[in-house]
Nanobody, 124 residues
């Protein structure tokens, strides 16, 4: 399984940005697709997770109502849309895939494959 994230960049507070993650591999390796981020000096935190089994998506409280999640190709390609960006959203963003139908339940610990990250910087 390979995952490639892209779309990061430098934006101003209040701007929007859409990331993308393209994955390759067997569909059963993508029963869950998630995003996480890691800011300098902080631990990696889960941002959102999509469960293919029932189509449910969960979001971290810090991004709820600002970030949305869509995808195609059995969710091997996913697009987090990030709106109303704040300086505290500055981080390296990673996409990940889980091989179990309940992988999202365990947050970032439930993910089995990780892609290289893409840097998002929110600054005026």
């Amino acid at each position: 399984v390979q995952l490639q994230a892209s779309g990061g960049g430098l934006v101003q507070p209040g701007d929007s940005l859409r990331l993308s993650c393209v994955g390759s591999g067997h569909p059963l390796d993508f029963l869950a697709v998630g995003w996480a981020r890691q800011a300098p000096g902080k631990e990696r935190e889960g941002v959102s997770c999509f469960a293919n089994k029932d189509g449910s998506i969960n979001y971290a409280d810090s991004v709820k109502d600002r970030f949305t999640f869509s995808g195609e190709n059995d969710m091997k390609t996913v697009y987090p849309q990030m709106n109303s960006l704040k300086p505290e959203d500055t981080a390296v963003y990673y996409c990940a895939a889980g091989v179990y139908s309940d992988s999202c339940r365990w947050g970032i610990n439930g993910m089995d494959y990780w892609g290289k990250g893409t840097q998002v910087t929110v600054s005026s």
